[in-house]
């Protein structure tokens, strides 16, 4: 009932920042929690970010330096990353669920296609 379509990815620099967006499709938008998943070659899929109609909330490895943020007026997501590091290097996905969600990918039942983020050291 809801596609989601990322981009913003890319190559960057260690320290540099990147911005991801995921542009959604569907009905009640505003009614969905919305996060940011990643994952690592080799690496099970592993939270990042989420962002519901109640609060924020954020992995201990990303907390201070990533910010998820949310446009109902464009059906769109944010994650604004910062201070990058070579960890970081990931396929990125966004996901979203009607209602709440927990942190876990257990939870979302919708998912977008993936964009590439790597670090550079």
């Known amino acids: 009932q809801v596609q989601l379509v990322e981009s913003g990815g890319g190559l960057v620099q260690a320290g540099g920042s990147l911005r991801l967006s995921c542009a959604a499709s569907g009905r009640s938008f505003s009614g969905y929690s919305m996060g940011w998943f990643r994952q690592a070659p080799g690496k099970g899929r592993e939270f990042v970010a989420q962002i519901t109609f109640v609060e924020t909330s954020y992995a201990d490895s990303v907390k201070g330096r990533f910010t998820i943020s949310r446009d109902n007026a464009r059906n769109t997501v944010y994650l604004h990353m910062n201070s990058l590091k070579p960890e970081d290097t990931a396929v990125y996905y966004c996901?979203?669920?009607?209602?709440?969600?927990?942190?876990?990918?257990?939870?979302?039942?919708?998912w977008g296609q993936g964009t590439q983020v790597t670090v550079s050291s």
């Open positions: 996901a979203a669920r009607l209602g709440i969600a927990s942190a876990e990918v257990e939870s979302y039942p919708h």
